[in-house]
């Protein structure tokens, strides 16, 4: 574990710091994912045994190093001398090493550490031997560190990359001294084509010391090539060395090994062990002791509440150089319940299709059902001919395991309708209202004056002023438009008022009617033009006439008036004056058309029987108050019309009894 977070407690006030201590925590499982139906899991990890620093351990570890060289490390230059220690360096904490607290230190050339200053910028030796060499001894400086400490010569720039550096990371109480060697080519012509890569790290508040090697070849043609690996206390009698690597042969290029080197001391300095969800602390973890230098951590009933879940796996020690302070580490422990993934698609519904929901599960216990809107389950995984709307898919796996999603199948609303134009019409005219749609059925409101309500392009008869408006379906899918139809009022026509003339008679109609028009007279007979508005007539017969309007907007109005003509001058051919009170009277005319007529009546030898200055329909075939014999008579009669005018009329009428 790289990357962790760190907080500290101190028992007169409490403070919190972040960190990033290498690989503090060993945890099997940092991502649980719970089967459908388990509600609670077991969450494991192995975290460093950390006692008093009287003693330690060691332990290989990872090789997960730190940064050998950083633009900003302090590069320790006044060692690129060969077999030298530093100047004092101060990593900025105490730090406990063999039950010490130690506030410098020295590095030396050859890749070791003391905590002895007062050796800074003397001779750190470099001389192992096979048989006395191995530590502990006194042929080293006292309190150190061998990381690992073997005749290399960094006075020598043969490499390019070469540099030694120190830098600290983290922040206090819990930072990270690092020393680093990179590249640094070993002592002896014979043997300085080989270099030397490792690191030592020193952990503020719990004494731990790591150490990285990347390359560490060994040359045997100096120093019979040995190495030491390992820990020497201020009396320099206690050691712990890397089995194996204690003053012998041993390393490579490319070696990439690291080491632990854990306080192993009698009293333990662990605490407790949390796991916290969202700050708060949710399971203690039961202890044993595990490996060498381990402690092993058991929650055993962890019950996650959410889909997917953050715990804080805390772990508390108290700080090596005052053990009443609280240290704490964190790391990170996901907790998911097994959810299947389900990808949910669906397809456009159109007018005149259905779309489609589809889902595609990964994950989950056997068969896969699914259910749409609380329906009856089924092993197919799409449902098709939907209408537009929300949806509910379930998703079910073998251990009835349901997971519910949502999903909308929009609509691609393609439909259109488009009426015609506004339009004027006169009264009683018709027409086809015209409409382009893609639809399949139609609708109209209101209905009057349409042929049909449901007919894309209906007939209108126009009776009024109306806006119609036209619903197009197809399917799901409506559209409307509007046109308004305005009805043109018919023109107000006057054809005159009914006229009576005498047979022969001349008369000029009297009509009225919206001037700018224009005009038909029918039946055109005995009119003087059928076109203007007012034209003479004289017909032979009494006759009725139509006038006709049409306006400039081709409204058509009409009406009619009667000329009534009158047959003034038709005298009786004979009639029987004998008393039966039928035709016994000669009447020469049939209408009241006369102011006076004259009349004379003779018989076949000239001779007047019958004479009258005013006639008024009154002879009854008399002479003297004696009936005429039955016979031929011949007349003269002279009328004055009623029109003024004077008539002349002969003729004979025939008296029989």
Known sequence: MRKTLLGIFLLASAFAWSQNPATIFSIPNKNITLPCGVTCTQVTATVPHIKETNDYIVTPMPYLPFAYTTPTGNEVTDIYIDDRWSNVITPGFPFCFYNQTYNGLLMGSNANITFNTALANSGSGYAISATTGAIPNTAYAIASIFGPYHDINPNLTTSPTRKIEWRIEGTAPARRFIASYNQIPYFSSSCDAFFATHQIVLYESTGVIEVYIQDKPFCTSWNTGLSILGIQDETRTRAVAVPGYNATQWGSTGMNEAYRFTPNGGVPRFKKAELLQNGSVVATADT???????????????????????????????????????????????????????????????????????????????????????????????????????????????????????????????????????????????????????????????????????????????????????????????ARDTFNVTMLPPPQVNAGPDLTIISGDVIQLQATAIAGSTYSWSPSTALSATNILNPFANPDVTTTYTLSVTTPDGCIGSDAMTITVLECIEPMEAFTPNGDGINDLWLITQNNCLRTARVQVYNRYGNLVFESQDYRNNWNGTYNGKPVPDGTYYFVISYQLINNKTIYKKGNVTILR
């Open 288 to 478: 044993a002791s595990g490996a060498i230098g381990h402690l092993d951590l058991t929650f055993p009933t962890v019950c996650p509440v959410l889909d997917s879940n953050l715990y804080i796996l805390r772990v508390t020690y108290g700080k090596c150089n005052n053990p009443a302070e609280d240290v704490w580490y964190d790391d990170t422990v996901y907790v998911r319940k097994t959810t299947p993934q389900v990808a949910v698609s669906s397809t456009v519904a159109t007018c005149t299709a259905g779309g489609s929901i589809s889902a595609n599960v990964t994950g989950g216990v056997g068969t896969i059902r699914y259910s749409l809107n609380g329906g009856v389950y089924q092993t197919g995984n799409s449902f098709t001919n939907l209408a537009p709307g929300n949806y509910t898919i379930s998703v079910q796996d073998s251990l009835n395991c349901t997971f519910t999603y949502g999903v909308n199948i929009p609509l691609n609303n393609n439909l259109f309708v488009n009426a015609m134009p506004d339009t004027s019409v006169c009264f009683g005219g018709s027409f086809t209202a015209r409409v382009t749609s893609n639809a399949s059925s139609f609708d109209w409101s209101p209905g009057i004056g349409l042929s049909s309500t449901t007919a894309m392009q209906p007939t209108v008869t126009v009776n009024g002023t109306t806006t119609y408006v036209v619903t197009a379906s197809q399917g799901p899918c409506l």
